[in-house]
């Protein structure tokens, strides 16, 4: 298994470049599924989710090829045998095969994804969805059996605005009869991009950017191309990144509309940042000023960043309450920051971090995507060598994270545990 290998304290400079939105990526993949025949994605990165979606494409029979950003995808194929166990349970985001697959053939297996590390996370959101538009849903044998003859608009109001059910109803209602309506719907970039990319392909889907999307039926899509939304989040560890021990770091491309709750916090706490176009240039804040954060929807501060500020603060003048709203338990970091020699303290979905004057290297563990990227901003400030193990965490979501990082002059390498 690879790890990384960091030793900190190098100012950190140039260039850094933002690949394609892993979360815009996934559920467009899905939504091939929608029409059958060939699209091309421009701007997709190549990650382990990526890779998994594709594999998953594959089994239910379609054909993906990725060459340098590019990926080609033949849905032409695609039938709907179950998506299986093994793959879902290593991705949660396989679940967006539920709409498209229950569109296009009025039935749809998806085994129940189960729990992750920071909590159960649930989909009954999603199942609600696919109700509300006239479908059966059955639980057997820890699959999804979800089957309508005809999918119907309907008025849907989602109790939490999930990301993940506003996808997933949003692919399903596209070909149903009539119109549907989504409340309190996901306005994150990604659903956006999602729902640019279904009106690419021939859908009309109304209220783009907004929390209320109307969705009128069509009977026919047809294959698009499209080309994939800046990362935010890859953008916005960047950021703090370059907040933490950057000299005009510059990081593009991005869409600055899409980070602005992150940007005014990291302005907050001292580092200097000038937005020209889709270029973000950072320098480091000297001192780094405590400041609390509350993790939201879209457009508030993403729960996607909360662990990247946490490494943040470790070593800020003064205290500072990270309060997580979206996942109460998204906080495995909190120990394996502890061991870099931060002071965070938590109790419920609320963590207290008192700033430190240094981190020490030591040896820490990657949990999840975000855990990971925090132990990596923590280990690049940090005196002396950390060994972050279990990287294919951040293999996950961030492409070629220690290259990029290298050409910052970072010092850190990948090795072979
Ligand atoms: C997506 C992102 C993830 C991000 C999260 C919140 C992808 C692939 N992943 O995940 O990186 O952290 O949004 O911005 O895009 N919930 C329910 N029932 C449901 C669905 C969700 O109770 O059926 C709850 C969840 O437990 C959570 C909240 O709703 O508390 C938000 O989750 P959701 O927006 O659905 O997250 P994901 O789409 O899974």
Same mark, same amino acid.
């Given at each position: 298994m690879d790890k990384l290998v960091a030793r900190g304290g190098n100012i950190l400079s140039g260039h850094i470049p933002v690949s394609g939105a892993k979360n815009a990526v996934l559920p467009i993949m899905t939504a091939a599924?929608? &029409?059958p025949g060939k699209y091309t994605i421009s701007n997709v990165p190549n990650l382990r989710d990526t890779r998994t979606m594709s594999k998953l494409l594959e089994i239910i029979g379609g054909a993906v090829e990725m060459d340098s950003g590019t990926m080609q995808i033949d849905t032409s194929g695609v039938k709907n045998p179950e998506a299986p166990y093994e793959l879902v349970k290593t991705m949660r &985001? =396989?679940? !967006?095969?539920l709409g498209p697959l229950l569109a296009r053939f009025g039935e749809a297996r998806v085994s129940l994804p189960g729990g992750c590390a920071w909590g159960p996370r649930p989909v009954d959101l999603h199942l609600k969805g696919m109700e509300a538009l006239g479908a059966q849903v059955d639980l057997e044998g820890g699959y999804i059996i979800a089957r309508a003859d005809e999918l119907v608009g309907t008025d849907f109001t989602l109790d939490i605005s999930s990301v993940g059910a506003t996808g997933n109803i949003m692919m399903a209602a596209v070909l149903a009869k009539g119109v549907t309506t989504i409340e309190n719907a996901a306005r994150e970039p990604e659903i956006g991009a999602l729902g640019h990319f279904l009106n690419a392909m021939g859908a009309d889907v109304r #209220?783009? #950017? =907004?929390d209320v999307l109307e969705i009128h039926g069509v009977d026919e899509l047809h294959s698009a191309d499209y080309t994939v939304i800046p990362d935010r989040i890859e953008a916005g560890t960047y950021l703090v990144l370059g907040a933490m021990s950057g000299e005009d770091l510059e990081i593009s491309p991005v869409n600055p509309k899409h980070m602005k709750a992150v940007i005014d916090k990291v302005r907050r706490a001292g580092a200097d940042i000038r937005i020209e176009d889709n270029k973000l240039l950072v320098t480091r804040a000297a001192p780094i000023v405590a400041d609390d954060i509350t993790t939201a929807i879209f457009? #508030? !501060?993403?729960t996607d960043m909360q662990a990247q500020w946490m490494a943040f603060m470790a070593t800020a003048e003064g205290s500072s309450v990270i309060t997580e709203e979206? !996942?109460?338990?998204?906080?495995?970091h909190v120990a394996e920051l502890n061991r870099l020699g931060a002071n965070i303290s938590l109790e419920g979905n609320v963590a207290v971090v008192k700033g430190v004057d240094s981190l020490k290297g030591a040896p820490v563990m990657s949990t999840d995507i975000r855990a990971s990227a925090s132990l990596i901003l923590a280990a690049l400030i940090a005196e002396g060598r950390s060994d972050i193990q279990r990287i294919y965490h951040i293999d996950r979501g961030y492409e070629q994270i220690e290259k990029k990082l290298q050409g910052l002059g970072a010092d850190i390498v990948r090795e072979n545990a």
């Amino acid at each position: 298994m690879d790890k990384l290998v960091a030793r900190g304290g190098n100012i950190l400079s140039g260039h850094i470049p933002v690949s394609g939105a892993k979360n815009a990526v996934l559920p467009i993949m899905t939504a091939a599924i929608l &029409a059958p025949g060939k699209y091309t994605i421009s701007n997709v990165p190549n990650l382990r989710d990526t890779r998994t979606m594709s594999k998953l494409l594959e089994i239910i029979g379609g054909a993906v090829e990725m060459d340098s950003g590019t990926m080609q995808i033949d849905t032409s194929g695609v039938k709907n045998p179950e998506a299986p166990y093994e793959l879902v349970k290593t991705m949660r &985001a =396989s679940f !967006y095969v539920l709409g498209p697959l229950l569109a296009r053939f009025g039935e749809a297996r998806v085994s129940l994804p189960g729990g992750c590390a920071w909590g159960p996370r649930p989909v009954d959101l999603h199942l609600k969805g696919m109700e509300a538009l006239g479908a059966q849903v059955d639980l057997e044998g820890g699959y999804i059996i979800a089957r309508a003859d005809e999918l119907v608009g309907t008025d849907f109001t989602l109790d939490i605005s999930s990301v993940g059910a506003t996808g997933n109803i949003m692919m399903a209602a596209v070909l149903a009869k009539g119109v549907t309506t989504i409340e309190n719907a996901a306005r994150e970039p990604e659903i956006g991009a999602l729902g640019h990319f279904l009106n690419a392909m021939g859908a009309d889907v109304r #209220g783009i #950017g =907004s929390d209320v999307l109307e969705i009128h039926g069509v009977d026919e899509l047809h294959s698009a191309d499209y080309t994939v939304i800046p990362d935010r989040i890859e953008a916005g560890t960047y950021l703090v990144l370059g907040a933490m021990s950057g000299e005009d770091l510059e990081i593009s491309p991005v869409n600055p509309k899409h980070m602005k709750a992150v940007i005014d916090k990291v302005r907050r706490a001292g580092a200097d940042i000038r937005i020209e176009d889709n270029k973000l240039l950072v320098t480091r804040a000297a001192p780094i000023v405590a400041d609390d954060i509350t993790t939201a929807i879209f457009p #508030g !501060y993403p729960t996607d960043m909360q662990a990247q500020w946490m490494a943040f603060m470790a070593t800020a003048e003064g205290s500072s309450v990270i309060t997580e709203e979206i !996942y109460h338990d998204r906080f495995t970091h909190v120990a394996e920051l502890n061991r870099l020699g931060a002071n965070i303290s938590l109790e419920g979905n609320v963590a207290v971090v008192k700033g430190v004057d240094s981190l020490k290297g030591a040896p820490v563990m990657s949990t999840d995507i975000r855990a990971s990227a925090s132990l990596i901003l923590a280990a690049l400030i940090a005196e002396g060598r950390s060994d972050i193990q279990r990287i294919y965490h951040i293999d996950r979501g961030y492409e070629q994270i220690e290259k990029k990082l290298q050409g910052l002059g970072a010092d850190i390498v990948r090795e072979n545990a």
